[in-house]
């Protein structure tokens, strides 16, 4: 059985300036940590520094999210992915960058998550997306406002609002996937046996 404490450590978030930090960590609270209370637990979040890792507690459950920035900005607005399935990588630049990538010319290349507090919020949607996958298993789906939801807005009607809502807005889990996720999460016993920190290069979309 695993131990009174879930210890969640996101490497990288160094990476991030202050606020985005601070939307960030506000916004897995918010997702995550009810479902860790409802196991038992305890949520304790880590920011391990550039050549630190990160202590964990004692008797403690450690996850990992690696959030990772790209060298250089992409030329391209659309078509790269924001997070890697399964293996709880979160690429920063493609969040930064991402264009509303719909039909109207004009806004295409425009910029969404432009203010710390989306930003980090889209990020945290990401990461606890990439949990769902790692913790309880479960495959993208088409439910709107979900988690684990890949249900976008149309191409014909995406405009900076209609995809700031969908990737930073507050998500939820359904009620099997809360179960699951409690059940795991008091075991110690996640859906992915292999480790969490595989590499991926970014090719489509989450």
């Avoid at 637990?41 to 996850?63: D, E, F, H, Q, Y």
């Amino acid at each position: 059985m695993a131990g009174d404490t879930v210890n969640l450590a996101l490497n990288g978030a160094w990476l991030l300036n202050e606020g985005q930090r601070s939307a960030l960590i506000k916004w897995i609270k918010q997702g995550f940590a009810p479902i860790v209370t409802k196991a038992g637990k305890t949520l304790s979040i880590t920011m391990p520094g550039k050549l630190k890792r990160p202590a964990a507690a004692p008797r403690s459950l450690t996850l990992k999210l690696n959030f990772e920035k790209d060298e250089k900005v992409p030329a391209r607005r659309c078509g790269f992915v924001l997070g890697t399935c399964g293996t709880g990588n979160i690429y920063i630049t493609a969040h930064q960058y991402m264009g509303v990538c719909g039909d109207k010319p004009k806004i295409r290349n425009t910029r969404v998550l432009t203010t710390d507090e989306v930003l980090g919020h889209a990020l945290a949607n990401t990461g606890i997306h990439e949990l769902g996958h790692y913790v309880g298993g479960f495959d993208d789906n088409r439910i709107s406002g979900n988690f684990m939801s890949t249900l976008g807005p149309p191409r014909s009607s995406r405009t900076v609002q209609s995809m700031r809502a969908y990737f930073a807005g507050t998500m939820s889990w359904t009620p099997d996937q809360e179960k699951e996720l409690v059940a795991r999460i008091k075991s110690g016993n996640m859906a992915f046996d292999e480790e969490f920190t595989v590499k991926s290069v970014p090719a489509g979309s989450r």
